[in-house]
C-alpha cells in the first residue's frame, strides 16, 4: 500500500484558505500512486489552543472536506483536527482516517502536551485505534504521543505501520527525528511521521517528515519546504523481519 505523508504549511487559524491550499496535494498524491494520503497535525487550522475559534463538530467543515475529498479520488485521507464532542467537556486532538466510502476511524490523542497547555483546552483520549487499510494494519498517534514508547510497544503485536501526524517545532526537531527511528527499530513495523513546515502561532517548523522501515531505514524524508513523501508499505516485510528477528516475544511489560 502507497503512503503519501503531505508536508506542508498551515495558514494560522484559517481553516478555508489552508483546505483550499491542499486541494491540488490529494490529486498530485493519488497521481503519484498513493492509496493513503496523510496530513500533518490540527492540518487545516494548526497548534492552536483557541479552541472556541478552531474545534468542530465531527461532521464539521474539515471532515467533510476529508470525506469529499476521499470519495472524489477514491483514496483514503488521515489527518488530526481540534473536535468538539457532544459527550466530553472539552474537545479533542481528532486524528481521523477516512475511507473512500467515507467511513472515519477516529483516534484521540491520549497525550495532551501540557507543556503548551494543551491539557487545559483539549480532554485526553483513552483507547487505541489500530485500522486496515488496504491490508496495512495502521495504527495513528500524534506528535506528544511520541515520547511515550509504552504506547507503541502496545499495539505493536498487531500493527504493521504506525501514522504519526505532528506540529512539531524547531529547536526540537531533532528528537522527532530519532524518535520515529526509534518506534520503528523497537516495534519492527514502518513509521511514517507527517509533520509541518512555515510558521504559526509564533513557532518555526521545519518539516523533517520521513518514512522509516522497520530495520530503521530511513525510506524517504524531507526538511525545510513543502513537499510530498512517497513510500510503499509492505506487511509482508513486516512479517519477515520479525521472523528472522523475534525480538518482540522477549518483550518484558510486567
Not at 490540527?42 to 474545534?55: E, L, R, V
Amino acid at each position: 500500500m502507497r503512503i503519501a505523508a503531505v508536508q506542508h504549511d498551515i495558514v494560522w487559524e484559517d481553516r478555508e484558505a489552508t483546505l483550499r491550499h491542499l486541494d491540488d496535494r490529494v490529486a498530485g498524491a493519488v497521481a503519484g500512486g498513493a492509496r493513503l494520503v496523510a496530513f500533518t497535525e490540527m492540518f487545516a487550522t494548526g497548534f492552536s489552543m483557541n479552541t472556541h475559534t478552531t474545534a468542530e463538530a465531527p461532521d464539521g467543515p474539515t471532515v467533510t472536506w476529508m470525506v469529499d475529498q476521499a470519495a472524489r479520488h477514491d483514496v483514503w485521507v488521515a489527518g488530526s483536527l481540534a473536535m468538539r464532542l457532544p459527550e466530553r467537556e472539552l474537545p479533542v486532538n481528532a486524528l481521523c482516517v477516512v475511507s473512500p466510502g467515507g467511513e472515519v476511524h477516529r483516534y484521540d490523542k491520549i497525550h495532551p502536551f501540557s507543556y503548551a497547555g494543551e491539557h487545559e483546552r483539549f480532554g485526553a483520549g483513552d483507547r487505541f485505534v489500530t485500522v486496515d487499510v488496504e491490508g496495512v494494519r495502521l495504527t495513528p498517534f500524534v506528535c506528544y504521543d511520541l515520547r511515550f514508547a509504552d504506547e507503541f510497544w502496545a499495539c505493536a503485536a498487531t500493527t504493521d505501520a504506525y501514522l504519526v501526524v505532528a506540529n512539531w517545532p524547531a529547536p526540537r526537531r531533532h528528537h522527532w527525528r530519532a524518535l520515529l527511528d526509534a518506534r520503528a527499530i523497537e516495534n519492527q513495523a514502518y513509521v511514517v511521521g507527517v509533520n509541518r513546515v512555515g510558521e504559526g502561532g509564533g513557532l518555526s517548523y521545519t518539516g523533517d517528515s520521513r518514512i522509516v522501515d522497520p530495520l530503521g531505514e530511513v525510506l524517504v524524508s524531507g526538511a525545510g519546504g513543502e513537499t510530498v513523501l512517497f513510500a510503499d508499505l509492505d506487511p509482508h516485510v513486516v512479517a519477515k523481519v520479525r521472523d528472522q528477528l523475534p525480538f518482540l516475544p522477549d518483550r518484558r511489560t510486567g
